[in-house]
Nanobody, 114 residues
Framework: QVQLVESGGGLVQPGGSLRLSCAAS????????MGWYRQAPGNQRELVAT???????SYVDSVKGRFTISRDNGKNTVFLQMNNLKPEDTAVYYC????????WGIGTLVTVSS
């Protein structure tokens, strides 16, 4: 059974930093594509960043230069380093893994507020 478990969310002041982690279990090979999505209240879920097992990354424009996605392929773990956080980054952040099918974590809440 494939499971994705996120950690690292919380409350942070504007300008602060957080690091999210997502560990995938139940998989014996390197996941081709892992990423982070987020959903703010009243909004649709949006793609934040993705990283392939070969090291290619992509970001939504609103987080470029502030967020960095990285992976530990051996452990099927993906990270999201979030710097210079803004109130509009407040959302539930979901880990995603894409193989022959797609898997989701349950989400971790990030709140950016003074």
């Amino acid at each position: 059974q494939v499971q994705l478990v996120e950690s690292g969310g919380g409350l942070v002041q504007p300008g602060g930093s957080l690091r999210l982690s997502c560990a995938a279990s139940g998989i014996t090979f390197s996941i081709p594509l892992m990423g982070w999505y987020r959903q703010a209240p009243g909004n649709q879920r949006e793609l934040v960043a993705t990283a392939t097992s070969r090291g290619s990354t992509s970001y939504v424009d609103s987080v470029k230069g502030r967020f960095t996605i990285s992976r530990d392929n051996g452990k099927n773990t993906v990270f999201l380093q979030m710097n210079n956080l803004k109130p509009e980054d407040t959302a539930v952040y979901y880990c995603n893994a894409r193989m022959s099918r797609e898997y989701w974590g349950i989400g971790t809440l990030v709140t950016v507020s003074s």
